[in-house]
């Protein structure tokens, strides 16, 4: 029974009428984000039966993240704070323009809490990058490197 279970990824406009009403059904009886499903960046994985019945829906949403950033030693405080919110202005119109609507910042634990800050707990699932898309490194089969060639 579960060996007949599938997945695929769509766009908002490639869902069936049956899906995507009984995903506006289930986003107002959750504490899913109804702006998600409007986001032209938006996917969604949707898991099928044999029969074609959906099983499980989805959102995947785009985002940039912000892990680090370096600053000049010489750098006054002011400068550096400055120079962060033009980067940020700019990864901002950057994501406006790419369809993307949410920034995660990672934050060191030393640093303090801001009042408006949202706090989430995320789970880092690094996924291998094959040869066809520029990844370095990775361990392909002979078959896939005849079809690349």
């Known amino acids: 029974m579960l060996n007949n279970i599938k997945a695929k990824l769509f ?6 009428w049956a899906d995507l009403t009984w995903l506006k ?6 504490n899913f984000d109804l702006e998600n499903i409007n986001s032209l960046s938006a996917k969604f ?3 099928t039966d044999a029969d074609g019945g959906t099983l499980c829906i989805t ?3 785009q985002v940039y993240l912000v892990r680090c950033f370096a600053v000049r030693r ?3 405080p002011e400068e550096a704070c400055f120079a962060g919110d ?6 901002a119109r950057q994501a ?8 995660i910042i990672e934050v060191p634990a030393c640093h303090p809490s801001l009042p408006d ?26 078959a896939a490197m005849k079809f690349i060639n």
Do not use: H
């Not at 766009?11 to 069936?16: A, H, I, K, P």
């Not at 059904?25 to 959750?30: R, T």
């Not at 406006?96 to 920034?103: A, Q, Y």
């Not at 789970?123 to 361990?139: C, F, H, L, M």
């Open 11 to 16: 766009r908002l406009w490639e869902m069936s």
């Open 25 to 30: 059904a289930w986003a107002a009886f959750s």
């Open 45 to 47: 994985a949707v898991a």
């Open 59 to 61: 959102p995947i949403e």
């Open 74 to 76: 010489n750098v006054s």
């Open 86 to 91: 033009i980067m940020d202005a700019e990864i």
């Open 96 to 103: 406006e323009m790419n369809g993307i609507s949410r920034l």
């Open 117 to 142: 800050e949202k706090w989430i707990r995320i789970v880092e699932r690094k996924i291998p990058q094959s040869i066809a898309t520029g990844g370095a490194g990775y361990n392909s089969s002979t």
